[in-house]
């Protein structure tokens, strides 16, 4: 199956700090429901949004380039290297890379007519992607989420990026428009009986004659289990990699479940490093984030903070960070460490076995205030999550909806005090009444008068955890012990990447409701066997 994406980019910047002009149509709105309704939630545009006549207009047909034609104009444009996703593939749930701050961004399907003639015309009703937004971070990066549409095979896609370009010799303003082509695969799981080779590269399915494949790591097939090999495919001058499954059984023995995978170590920290050394890469890793491996409040709360920043948390010990976190993070590449929590959590001794690091401490008197600092830190977002702090379940299960909206997590307790301004267009709380209370709501409501806000809760923690799944819709899953965090707290570094649901079970049972989420998907459990026995799912 293959799928031609082309990725446009639309540019009009003021480089000497003007403002910017965005391209994206109508204002998307939210219908309140008095429950939140999976089926009706519609993510919104981010901050960056404009009135329907101050857009440009793109009526007229715009030409579509490679990526490696148009590169260096990028560069000189924005004084710096630049970067897009020119190959999808079929698990993606976003496309992201990094262009320069103040620049729009928006998905639209194409008709294969627009592509055969390269060139394509852009109208809201095209629009494939969850929100419109203008890149915030200073550095430039983005992450665009994409709906969950019907494409079919041989569909065409645009990514439409706009900003303002002004000359320094004339003070001349230019409109730029750059389409750039992007190729959508599908990527397959191998099965090998136990001492077969396998060509991983065989996996890939709808690459372009002229892409490169390279192997990265070959999967050991020397016993059955499932294992992995690495890719890495280079196009158009833009090298992404892929992890391919690879399911080894002996002909003789009972088939392996494709759809497994077990991430654990002996006990909670080693767990942990298993999380961050499945999510992350080695050397090309900027920042770490230092939390309790003992208490769940503060890396909970710095979750939306870790996946924003594409950082993976590192737990510590009362004592300090276990030798083998200290090698993992000078493996990583990382260039600095954010510690989130007080001396009593995180010891001072930590900054000195980074003192190679750039390290900060982000830490309130209480875990309430630790995580009002950490809302500070993620920055402006359209979205806002409120969840239980007393206890972890409901703030862990938001985790997913935090990645889709890239939106904070805000713990509160029993009380009704919320910070005293809530700048955001909607508002999202995960867990029943008991949890956050009909109080805390109606301040809420109270600091965002005429936003839109959102309940989601189940009868259970479990059930909790499975509606969110069913709003993030996502087709791979991460199953976690809902009763016991030391492992469960591991799985924001596997949700990093976005594309995956958290779903909460007991050791040895999981509900009706979950069970029919995973069906015939892929599964990942975080912990090991005493956390969630063989039985449940059979590995």
């Given at each position: 199956m293959k799928k031609n994406i082309s990725i446009v980019l639309s540019a009009t910047m003021f480089?000497?700090?003007l403002g910017y002009s965005s391209v994206f149509a109508d204002d998307v709105t939210l219908e309140?429901?008095?429950e939140l309704n999976p089926s009706a939630i519609k993510l919104v545009e981010s901050t960056g949004a404009v009135n329907k006549?101050?857009?440009?207009?793109?009526?007229?047909p715009i030409a579509i380039e490679k990526f490696n034609d148009i590169e260096a104009k990028l560069k000189q444009d924005f004084k710096k290297d630049v970067s897009i996703q020119n190959i999808i593939s079929g698990t993606d749930t976003v496309t992201s890379g990094s262009l320069n701050k103040a620049v729009d961004l928006a998905v639209y399907r194409i008709t294969d007519k627009e592509y055969a003639e390269s060139k394509a015309v852009l109208t809201s009703d095209k629009l494939v992607t969850d929100s419109r937004f203008k890149i915030s971070n200073e550095d430039g990066s983005y992450t665009i989420p994409l709906k969950d549409v019907d494409l079919k095979p041989g569909d065409h896609l645009v990514t439409c990026i706009s900003y303002r370009f002004k000359y320094d010799n004339t003070g001349k303003i230019e409109t730029k428009t750059y389409l750039v082509n992007t190729e959508f695969v599908s990527v397959n799981s191998i099965k090998a009986k136990v001492g077969e080779k396998v060509n991983a590269k065989d996996a890939i399915v709808g690459l372009p004659k002229d892409a490169n494949i390279e192997n990265i790591s070959i999967a050991d097939t020397s016993t059955e289990g499932n294992k992995e090999a690495k890719i890495r495919v280079t196009y158009q001058g833009l090298s992404r990699d892929f992890v391919i499954p690879v399911i080894v059984s002996d002909s003789t023995s009972a088939v392996v479940d494709p759809n497994s995978k077990r991430i654990?170590?002996?006990n909670r920290y080693e767990t942990n490093l298993e999380s961050i050394k499945n999510s992350f890469k080695m050397g090309l890793t900027k920042t770490v984030i230092i939390a309790s491996g003992e208490n769940f409040a503060d890396p909970l709360s710095a979750g939306p903070l870790a996946m924003k920043k594409n950082a993976p948390i590192v737990f510590s010990t009362k004592t300090g960070l276990k030798p083998e976190?200290?090698?993992?993070?000078?493996?990583?590449?990382?260039?600095?460490?954010?510690?989130?929590?007080?001396?009593?959590?995180?010891?001072?001794?930590?900054k000195n076995q980074l003192a190679r690091l750039n390290v900060r401490r982000i830490a309130g008197a209480n875990r309430y205030l630790t995580s009002k600092m950490l809302l500070n830190e993620f920055g402006?977002?359209?979205?806002?999550?409120?969840?239980?702090?007393r206890d972890f379940a409901d703030a862990l299960s938001a985790t997913p909806l935090a990645k889709k909206l890239n939106a904070p997590i805000l713990l509160v307790d029993k009380e009704d005090k919320v910070p005293k301004v809530l700048a955001y267009h909607d508002a999202y709380i995960v867990g029943g009444a008991h949890s956050v209370s009909p109080a805390i709501e109606?301040?809420?409501k109270s600091k965002m008068p005429g936003k839109n806000l959102y309940r989601t809760f189940g009868k259970n923690r479990e059930q909790t955890s499975a509606i969110v799944a069913e709003i993030v819709k996502y087709d791979v899953h991460i199953l976690a012990n809902g009763r016991v965090f030391a492992d469960a707290l591991s799985s924001v570094n596997l949700l990093n990447d976005g594309g995956k649901t958290l779903l909460l079970v007991d050791k040895n049972a999981m509900s009706h409701q979950v069970k029919n989420t995973i069906?015939?998907?892929?599964?990942?459990?975080?912990?090991g066997t005493n956390a969630i026995t063989k039985d449940l799912l059979g590995y």
């Amino acid at each position: 199956m293959k799928k031609n994406i082309s990725i446009v980019l639309s540019a009009t910047m003021f480089l000497s700090g003007l403002g910017y002009s965005s391209v994206f149509a109508d204002d998307v709105t939210l219908e309140i429901e008095p429950e939140l309704n999976p089926s009706a939630i519609k993510l919104v545009e981010s901050t960056g949004a404009v009135n329907k006549d101050q857009e440009p207009d793109y009526t007229k047909p715009i030409a579509i380039e490679k990526f490696n034609d148009i590169e260096a104009k990028l560069k000189q444009d924005f004084k710096k290297d630049v970067s897009i996703q020119n190959i999808i593939s079929g698990t993606d749930t976003v496309t992201s890379g990094s262009l320069n701050k103040a620049v729009d961004l928006a998905v639209y399907r194409i008709t294969d007519k627009e592509y055969a003639e390269s060139k394509a015309v852009l109208t809201s009703d095209k629009l494939v992607t969850d929100s419109r937004f203008k890149i915030s971070n200073e550095d430039g990066s983005y992450t665009i989420p994409l709906k969950d549409v019907d494409l079919k095979p041989g569909d065409h896609l645009v990514t439409c990026i706009s900003y303002r370009f002004k000359y320094d010799n004339t003070g001349k303003i230019e409109t730029k428009t750059y389409l750039v082509n992007t190729e959508f695969v599908s990527v397959n799981s191998i099965k090998a009986k136990v001492g077969e080779k396998v060509n991983a590269k065989d996996a890939i399915v709808g690459l372009p004659k002229d892409a490169n494949i390279e192997n990265i790591s070959i999967a050991d097939t020397s016993t059955e289990g499932n294992k992995e090999a690495k890719i890495r495919v280079t196009y158009q001058g833009l090298s992404r990699d892929f992890v391919i499954p690879v399911i080894v059984s002996d002909s003789t023995s009972a088939v392996v479940d494709p759809n497994s995978k077990r991430i654990s170590g002996t006990n909670r920290y080693e767990t942990n490093l298993e999380s961050i050394k499945n999510s992350f890469k080695m050397g090309l890793t900027k920042t770490v984030i230092i939390a309790s491996g003992e208490n769940f409040a503060d890396p909970l709360s710095a979750g939306p903070l870790a996946m924003k920043k594409n950082a993976p948390i590192v737990f510590s010990t009362k004592t300090g960070l276990k030798p083998e976190a200290v090698k993992l993070i000078k493996d990583l590449g990382a260039k600095e460490a954010i510690i989130v929590g007080g001396t009593n959590s995180v010891p001072e001794l930590v900054k000195n076995q980074l003192a190679r690091l750039n390290v900060r401490r982000i830490a309130g008197a209480n875990r309430y205030l630790t995580s009002k600092m950490l809302l500070n830190e993620f920055g402006p977002s359209k979205h806002i999550i409120f969840a239980d702090g007393r206890d972890f379940a409901d703030a862990l299960s938001a985790t997913p909806l935090a990645k889709k909206l890239n939106a904070p997590i805000l713990l509160v307790d029993k009380e009704d005090k919320v910070p005293k301004v809530l700048a955001y267009h909607d508002a999202y709380i995960v867990g029943g009444a008991h949890s956050v209370s009909p109080a805390i709501e109606a301040n809420i409501k109270s600091k965002m008068p005429g936003k839109n806000l959102y309940r989601t809760f189940g009868k259970n923690r479990e059930q909790t955890s499975a509606i969110v799944a069913e709003i993030v819709k996502y087709d791979v899953h991460i199953l976690a012990n809902g009763r016991v965090f030391a492992d469960a707290l591991s799985s924001v570094n596997l949700l990093n990447d976005g594309g995956k649901t958290l779903l909460l079970v007991d050791k040895n049972a999981m509900s009706h409701q979950v069970k029919n989420t995973i069906n015939g998907k892929l599964n990942y459990i975080i912990g090991g066997t005493n956390a969630i026995t063989k039985d449940l799912l059979g590995y």
